[in-house]
């Protein structure tokens, strides 16, 4: 199946890559014990940064920390805040890049809460999905336990008017950017969420798998600014 027929039909990736969600626990797992000496290059292909993407922090930044996320998963719940703050210790230094990975085998909600974090972004621009994601992220149990009618309660806490929103996400218009997303985090080489891929200034690319601690990622940024 080729991409673009992957990205004309955005339900043709779940059945594709329904294999996957067995894979996606055991990483989950794994990658609570996951030390920083398990951080290898990225041997995928990892799509630029570009215009389409959601970027917090400045997009010209020496270090990018590409993140693939699943909004049902628990260990990207978790990883948000640490996030959030790299982005507030390194002012300037680094740019958070957000890409979705829903794993709809799992979180069968997660699709649709990604969409509406697009509609967002289409209605009120890049301050309004940041805020949507980071409300979403607040007030989510994970595994998917978070009623859908609370979808455009955010949308409303955030700022933004309820009937717009509700129509662009029964649209679905917003379905093949995150399908585009989930091929892109599979050829990035994403073995489960959340999957971090470090961008050095040089261009060198690492991989980091998981909910990894501050003092890790850290460490994996201060590494990543010394390529150059």
């Known amino acids: 199946m080729s991409r673009k027929h992957e990205l004309a039909n955005p339900g043709g990736w779940r059945s594709r890559y329904g294999l996957w969600s067995l894979v996606f626990i055991i990483a989950a ?14 041997t995928g292909i990892v799509e630029p940064v570009s215009a389409r993407d959601h970027v917090r922090g400045p997009r010209m930044a020496p270090v990018k920390l590409i993140e693939f996320a699943d909004t049902e998963c628990p260990l990207c719940k978790r990883l948000h805040p640490t996030m959030q703050r790299l982005v507030e210790d390194y002012r300037g230094q680094v740019a ?3 890409r979705h990975l829903p794993i709809a085998e799992i979180h069968p909600q997660a699709p649709k809460e990604a969409e509406a974090t ?8 890049e301050a309004k999905f940041w805020a949507y994601l980071d409300r979403l992220y607040e007030i989510t149990p994970s595994n998917n336990r978070l009623d859908p ?9 955030v700022g933004l008017e309820r009937a717009p929103f509700q129509q662009c996400l029964a649209s679905g218009r917003h379905a093949a950017r995150v399908a585009a997303d989930v091929v892109d985090g599979f050829a990035a080489g994403a073995p489960g969420t959340p999957y971090t891929v470090v961008v050095a200034p040089n261009g060198k690319t690492f991989a980091v798998v998981g909910n990894q601690p501050y003092d890790t990622l850290r460490l994996v940024i201060d590494i990543a600014l010394q390529q150059k």
């Open 149 to 157: 009618a609370e979808l455009p309660r955010i949308a409303q806490y």
């Open 29 to 42: 797992a794994l990658a609570l014990a996951m030390p920083v000496w398990a951080l290898e290059e990225v």
């Open 118 to 125: 697009e509609c967002a972004a289409e209605l009120g621009g």
């Open 96 to 98: 958070w890049v957000f």
